[in-house]
Structure formats: structure tokens, C-alpha cells
């Protein structure tokens, strides 16, 4: 994935994006899961 980075600086912007996302929507199941 280094790689593809490297080389791509437009995929590495999404795929910040993308491990944003991700770890928003843990946060928030995580969250529900607590106050459960």
C-alpha cells in the first residue's frame, strides 16, 4: 500500500479519507455499544 502511495498521491488522499470514515463509524458502535 506504500507503494501505491507513493504513486498516487490522489489515492493516498482517499484512502486517509477512507480510514477516517472507518474509524468514525467504530467510534460510534463503540459509543452505542457503551450507553447499551
Given at each position: 500500500?506504500?507503494?501505491?502511495?507513493?504513486?498516487?498521491?490522489?489515492?493516498k488522499r482517499t484512502?486517509?479519507?477512507?480510514?477516517?470514515?472507518?474509524?468514525?463509524?467504530?467510534?460510534?458502535?463503540?459509543?452505542?455499544?457503551?450507553?447499551?
Amino acid at each position: 500500500m506504500a507503494v501505491l502511495v507513493a504513486d498516487a498521491p490522489r489515492d493516498k488522499r482517499t484512502y486517509f479519507r477512507e480510514i477516517n470514515y472507518i474509524a468514525a463509524a467504530f467510534q460510534y458502535q463503540k459509543k452505542n455499544y457503551n450507553s447499551a
